[in-house]
């Protein structure tokens, strides 16, 4: 689809309005309470990348496919006992047997997320990948922010459809057969999604390319021989895929859970992303860190093992078993000095710490930013606080240490709805690409960016962040 020329009588200020306009109501839920029909800040233009930083980020898909498959193996070989036990000991933490069993079936040996979004936060050097999302919320919300901005004037990464088309193209490929029936499964847990996720779905099924119902678990009707969506008017559609939105932690609270598990199992219905909670873990960033693993990781992904490890943060698992005196946490040095012990970390200054803790997986603060701190903007009580409940949930919800990476300063315009004027924000920026996995193809259909004030330490979707697509210009970031 060709975009809008630009209207050059337009200031930004109109800009923004005409944008607020054509956002739909209620888009996104969850990001903060506004008068407007747009509860984040709008700014007038895309947020501009330069020709490099969008090549590298095209070239990560690949390498993040490798990297799920990569996990899947490993996980899968450590518990045959072929690799290192930690591997699998280590992912299977806190989970139900259920949970370990179901993600170790045959069924799904081989599956991966058919979606893929990291969490990339620009830096001075480029970029660090701070997470890992296979269940990822925004598809909608980018998909229907690229349409308004086109309608402005301004081509955007994967245009119109890159969302539409990536998905779609992903559903297909789950099925095994063009134009699938798919339901999208929407838990209670997860209902800030279901907005922009029906967007997504009517935008596709308007295309043609497939047929794509949004629904309550309650709405998935079960038989023997297949799964179905039943419609607001009691008609019921067999369906080809079930793409989760749901959490694996929340299963219990998802009705019908055990009926789209027993299907999948069976293979009545193909289920993405598939249930296979260790491929959830932001510990596996440890995993690919841990130096006794380098040679398996570098068979496994070949020249993607350098590149993931510089831009995966240096993390570790806060496991509470004592070392020997001699020994220390491998990687971890605080003014030039190995850390041999967690309680190691509990005297350095603020300066010196410049880590985050937060809960791997597997809970329901591991995800939206739930559950993180960061250390150096805590008190000394606070720090030690942090480390010692970390390592006490070692058992139920194991954490992560993570180096932390401060993102770069941005100026980026935005429309200023006190003052009725374009104001600039002075903030930090996290790109969301979306990546969306057809066999072995990735394609990129879209990235999200958030830019947040740069007071603040964590970036995510929230009212004083400003929202918008990215596009690409030899002067951008």
Known sequence: MGCTALDPTMTPRDQALFLNEKMPVGLFGGVGVDESRVAWR????????????????????????????????????????????????YLDLGKPESMVKLGRQNRFKSEVPGVIRPDLILTSDGFIASELDSVPGGMGFVGAMALAYCQLGYDTIGD??????????????????????????????????????????DAINAKGAAATYVCRPEEIVFTEDALFVRLPGGEEIKIDVLYRNFELFDLLNVPKQDLMLYAARHNRVKMTPPPKAHLEEK???ALLHHGALAKLWRAELGDAFDRLRAIFPQTWILDPRPLPPQASITGLV?????????????????????????????SELAWGSRGVKVANDLTKDDWQKALDEALASYGKTPYVLQRFHKGKRVKVPYFDRKSDAIAELDGRVRLCP??????????????????????????????????????VRENGY
Do not use: N
């Not at 899947?72 to 699998?88: D, E, K, N, V």
């Not at 699938?180 to 779905?201: H, K, M, N």
């Not at 190995?338 to 997986?361: C, M, N, Q, T, Y």
């Open 283 to 285: 510990l596996s960033f």
């Open 160 to 201: 119109t459809d890159g969302m539409l088309d990536g998905l779609a193209a992903m559903l297909a490929a789950t099925a095994g057969k063009p134009r699938p029936t798919t339901a999208i499964v929407v838990s209670d847990e997860a209902g800030d999604y279901r907005a922009e996720l029906q967007w997504i779905a």
């Open 42 to 89: 709008l700014s007038p233009e895309p947020f501009w990348i330069s020709p490099a930083t969008y090549a590298a980020i095209e070239a990560l898909g690949p390498d993040l496919l490798k990297f799920y498959r990569s996990l899947a193996a490993l996980y899968q070989r450590s518990a045959r006992g072929t690799a290192p036990a930690f591997i699998a000991e």
């Open 334 to 362: 605080a003014g030039d000095e190995p850390i041999g012990s967690w309680s190691a970390l509990v005297p350095l200054g603020k300066s010196e710490r410049d880590f985050v803790v937060k809960p791997s997986g597997f």
């Open 434 to 471: 979306y990546y969306f996995v057809a066999k072995d193809e990735v394609k990129l259909g879209g990235i999200l960016a958030t830019i947040a004030p740069a007071d603040k330490r964590l970036i995510h979707g929230m009212a004083d962040a400003i929202m918008s697509p990215c596009a």
